[in-house]
């Protein structure tokens, strides 16, 4: 049973920075596709970043330039690092996994098997 568990949520003015990491457990390393998802109540969950096991990433357009998505296969943790966040950042961050592919087939939920409880992002001034 793969967990996989957020933190580095919270507060942040407009043009600042978070760090959101994801805990892998349940598996011997993180040879899988990953990704990073966000959700606001009454819209369906958005694919933000994913990430292969040969460090390719694909990005949402609302995000490029600004968010980056990383592992470390040593600690088993998928990181968003988040830079010039905006009011529309405004989301609850989920991770997920697809167990079953090394490449990541898209930023859409449906290809994604695993996930996390998410952890809550609030850009405001």
């Known amino acids: 049973q793969l967990t996989l568990v957020e933190s580095g949520g919270g507060s942040v003015q407009p043009g600042g920075s978070l760090r959101l990491s994801c805990a892998v457990s349940g598996s011997p390393g993180i040879n899988f596709c990953m990704a990073w998802f966000r959700q606001v109540p009454g819209k369906e969950r958005e694919g933000v970043a994913n990430?292969?096991?040969?460090?390719?990433?694909v990005y949402a357009e609302s995000v490029k330039g600004r968010f980056s998505i990383s592992r470390d296969k040593d600690k088993n943790t998928l990181y968003l690092q988040m830079n010039y966040l905006k009011l529309e950042d405004t989301a609850m961050y989920y991770c997920a996994a697809d167990r079953r592919m090394r490449l990541c087939q898209g930023l859409g939920a449906r290809w994604y098997d695993n996930w996390g409880q998410g952890t809550p992002v609030t850009v405001s001034s």
């Open positions: 990430i292969n096991i040969w460090n390719s990433s």
